[in-house]
T-cell receptor, first 114, second 113 residues
Framework: GAVVSQHPSWVICKSGTSVKIECRSL??????MFWYRQFPKQSLMLMAT?????????EQGVEKDKFLINHASLTLSTLTVTSAHPEDSSFYIC??????????FGQGTRLTVV | GQQLNQSPQSMFIQEGEDVSMNCTSS?????WLWYKQDPGEGPVLLIA?????ELTSNGRLTAQFGITRKDSFLNISASIPSDVGIYFC?????????????FGQGTILTVHP
């Protein structure tokens, strides 16, 4: 299967700081990438669709100014959690889709805001 | 947003037993995908189904794309301890929603040695 690499795998930050998470498709080009948030023992909740070269499309209820998404190239999308607060602590996962439609996921990033 | 109805929510089985889980939807999907997620990791694709009625195997795993395109099941035969994890079904509608998956709630599988 295709490889999607997400970095970092975990991060601890102080309240009020910003954190950037990277998502790279290593062996294929991804016009579209997706960012999810997951709470313990729950399903993945789609936050936004990241489109290369254009603005991200956010799901209802997701603050675009808080979760900044940049998709600068066909292999890289970044999610920046701005002015993080403890309630932003969660597991964030990205995915990238190939032409066949299958989505491949990154390893996830465990964010803890203290 | 829309979710698929996945059942059961959790299963506790003995090693060697077979497992079955399924997903249903009120909407039609063009592609059904089954993923497994280990703790602290991202989901890993197990099986992808592209045609209604399709039955696909991957080792001890077998999945089928329902003929109505509104359901799918996943079977695991002769379970082993490393099968433990959360299994998700996902549907892909296609068209303008390219790559945008709709997920089931997940099935938490526990296998006792």
């Amino acid at each position: 299967g295709a490889v999607v690499s997400q970095h970092p795998s975990w991060v601890i930050c102080k309240s009020g700081t910003s954190v950037k998470i990277e998502c790279r498709s290593l062996d294929f080009q991804a016009t579209t990438m997706f960012w999810y948030r997951q709470f313990p023992k729950q399903s993945l909740m789609l936050m936004a669709t990241s489109n290369e070269g254009s603005k991200a499309t956010y799901e209802q209820g997701v603050e675009k100014d808080k979760f900044l998404i940049n998709h600068a190239s066909l292999t890289l999308s970044t999610l920046t959690v701005t002015s993080a607060h403890p309630e932003d602590s969660s597991f964030y996962i990205c995915s990238a889709s190939r032409a066949g439609g299958e989505a491949f996921f990154g390893q996830g990033t465990r964010l803890t805001v203290v | 947003g829309q979710q698929l109805n996945q059942s059961p929510q959790s299963m506790f089985i003995q090693e060697g037993e077979d497992v079955s889980m399924n997903c249903t939807s009120s909407s039609i999907f063009n592609t059904w995908l089954w993923y497994k997620q280990d703790p602290g990791e991202g989901p890993v694709l197990l099986i992808a189904l592209y045609k209604a009625g399709e039955l696909t195997s991957n080792g001890r795993l077998t999945a089928q794309f329902g003929i109505t395109r509104k359901d799918s099941f996943l079977n695991i035969s002769a379970s082993i301890p490393s099968d433990v994890g959360i299994y998700f079904c996902a549907g892909l509608a296609g068209g303008t929603s390219y790559g945008k998956l709709t997920f089931g709630q997940g099935t938490i599988l526990t296998v006792h040695p």
